[in-house]
């Protein structure tokens, strides 16, 4: 048998340049290695290897190896990204567009949010270096001015400069810039809206980011009507479209339009990708539609742990407790490991349900099974929890054996346990103390107001309530919503701005009858104001879900569910009326406050009284 032949060498991993074709410069072949060295860089390691290559070669003033150099440390080892700026980026470097596009696109992508901040300095950098900028260097720098929300006077530099070098009409510039604009608040929306008026609309793109603003201004009506405009434009929505629709249909509570907009995606043929099921199933809980948020989590072909999240929080949110627990069961057998956010969910279920001895286990297998350590919001979960439970003793030794400071929202949170199980001294004396450190916070003044009336301390409470008005703090008024023929109406406590108030205010004194004659009596006690019984009783009678629930039963047939939208939390009044007009009217009524959803029927709702 003749020898085996040795196999053949493989060619190490190495830092030095290889032989180069004779009729290249050396400086050529270091350069074109380099360049290799740097795509092959997918670790630290590897690129701090190509980095003592870069410097040995004398290549630290080669502006295209340098570009490549940064680029390669944004997708390999974006903790290594400023040091080698640092250690580069200065005289001896000779600036062009690419290097600094990079630069700039580098930066504004980073995880960390010094690298982040820092990315729109380099935009002067290059004005300075005489270097002229092109359309690749506008959209991310107007994204890297996005990312700074406190400071719109850079923003607008930049898009003086856009307008300058004849930038400002690109197709990708512009839409930037309507991104711009609208993270920096409501105040900017009409900039960004003038943008979008000005440039042609053809593109999903466009619209998109005009929808996506209103939505994170809180003007989620006008992201509804835009999309519309968009429909009656004739152009096809995509997958961003929908997502932003779908935020603005749960910030309403609008469960037509995003049924609507699930029956939109599947006959438009729109990809169901895993972020816009989540999306879906998150809009549906939101607008009440627990089982069809879970329908279609259930016909999911790939799940994340968002998706699972997502269910858990909706189960949690009408205080199906046990369901939710089972769901985040399952998830830990299918083999997802739970992530912080979703034993948030599972804390969150277990505190609408009453379920503490679980949800103390839960909190507890966080760190000894999974290895996360609790953030404050899992600490606010369980003080959440306790209040409830009205374990409120419990919860204040809770709350002080917390290894980080409380935050003034778990101080919150135990103040309202205190006043709801009658502990107000307790309550005062938190209340009080928030103030004293948080003096700019209008919930502070506003729980210490409401305790000082619930003791008939009035004199006291007009004090508070003139310091509130000296210091230009202002209550946040109760308001609800109803989405009626694809219309979505709102309601303030007394308000006469709607068309058909005159009917609604007869309707109201017709169920405020009918609840006396089935013997309901007002809970005065939640008018925190120095008033006779009868005109507390008046007061109650006109709060924003009472109105709300009168136009519905105004326009709608015998039998048609009612849903209300509510931006704070329910009073008890309301709570106990509701479940009377259920009754009353033979109607399902779903009403969703800032923190959970109650479902009324027949006289009783889906929180049985543990709220």
């Not at 032949?5 to 032989?19: D, E, K, L, S, V």
């Not at 603003?213 to 096809?236: E, I, K, N, P, T």
């Not at 101080?411 to 004396?429: D, I, K, P």
Request: one cysteine or more.
């Amino acid at each position: 048998m003749p020898p085996r032949a040795p196999p053949p060498r493989r060619r190490p991993y190495t830092t030095t340049a290889p032989a180069s074709n004779p009729t290249a410069s050396p400086s050529r072949a270091a350069e074109q290695h380099c360049l290799r060295l740097l795509e092959r860089s997918s670790t630290p390691a590897s690129l701090l290897q190509s980095f003592a290559f870069l410097l040995k070669s004398g290549l630290h003033s080669n502006p295209l190896v340098v570009t490549r150099l940064f680029a390669a440390s944004a997708s390999a080892a974006p903790a290594l990204l400023e040091p080698l700026v640092s250690s580069l980026l200065g005289p001896s470097l000779p600036l062009d567009a690419f290097l600094v596009n990079t630069l700039i696109r580098t930066h504004v992508t980073s995880p960390f949010p010094s690298a982040r901040r820092r990315a729109a300095a380099f935009f002067p950098l290059m004005l300075r270096a005489a270097v002229a900028p092109n359309k690749f260097t506008f959209p991310f720098l107007l994204k890297s001015c996005a990312a700074l929300p406190g400071s719109p006077d850079v923003g607008l530099q930049a898009h003086a400069a856009a307008l300058k070098f004849g930038f400002a009409a690109d197709h990708y510039v512009s839409n930037t810039l309507i991104h711009m604009y609208s993270c920096f608040g409501a105040g900017f929306l009409g900039d960004a809206r003038n943008v979008f008026e000005r440039m042609p609309r053809e593109s999903a793109v466009t619209w998109s980011a005009m929808i996506g603003g209103y939505v994170r201004a809180g003007l989620s009506s006008d992201a509804v009507v835009l999309f519309r405009g968009m429909q009656v434009s004739g152009v096809r929505p995509d997958e961003v479209t929908v997502i932003g629709v779908l935020a603005a249909a749960a910030d309403l509570g609008a469960l037509e339009l995003t049924r609507w907009v699930g029956r939109f995606v599947e006959r438009e043929g729109i990809g169901k990708s895993v972020t816009l099921c989540n999306a879906l199933i998150d809009t549906l809980a939101k607008c009440g539609d627990v089982d069809g948020a879970v329908a279609v989590f259930e016909g999911m072909e790939e799940r994340t742990v968002v998706s699972w999240t997502s269910v858990i929080d909706a189960l949690a949110m009408e205080g199906r407790g046990k369901e939710a627990v089972g769901v985040f069961e399952e998830m830990k057998a299918v083999g997802v490991l739970p992530d912080d956010v979703a034993f948030i969910g599972v804390l969150t279920a277990c505190s609408h349900a009453g379920m503490v001895d679980e949800g103390r286990g839960y909190f507890d297998s966080m760190k000894t099974e999974y290895g996360i350590e609790p953030k404050i919001e899992h600490y606010g979960c369980m003080v959440d929890m306790f209040g409830r439970a009205g374990m409120v003793e419990q919860g204040l030794e809770f709350v002080r054996a917390m290894p980080m400071k409380p935050n003034p929202i778990i101080w919150r949170t135990l103040v309202a346990a205190c006043r709801a199980h009658g502990r107000l001294e307790l309550g005062e004396s938190i209340t009080r103390n928030l103030l004293n450190e948080f003096p700019a916070h209008e919930a502070n003044y506003v729980m210490l107001s409401n305790v000082y009336a619930l003791t008939q301390r009035w004199k006291e409470k007009s004090e508070i309530r003139r310091e509130m008005s000296k210091r230009g703090i202002k209550k946040v008024p109760g308001c609800s919503l109803v989405e009626l023929d694809g219309e979505v109406h709102e309601f303030i406590a007394g308000d006469e701005s709607h068309p058909q108030y005159k009917e609604i205010y007869r309707m109201v004194e017709e169920m405020s009858r009918e609840l006396r004659r089935i013997g309901h009596i007002a809970a005065t006690s939640e008018v925190l104001l120095d008033l006779d019984e009868e005109d507390k009783e008046g007061a109650l009678q006109w709060h924003s879900e009472k109105l709300a629930i009168a136009f519905v039963l105004l326009r709608t047939p015998p039998g048609t569910q009612v849903r209300v939208v509510k931006n704070l939390r329910v009073c008890s009044d309301c709570h106990a009326a509701i479940k009377c007009i259920s009754q009353v009217y033979n109607r399902e009524i779903v009403v969703r406050d800032r923190s959970r959803f109650h479902r009324f029927k027949d006289g009783s709702c889906s929180c049985k009284d543990f709220w």
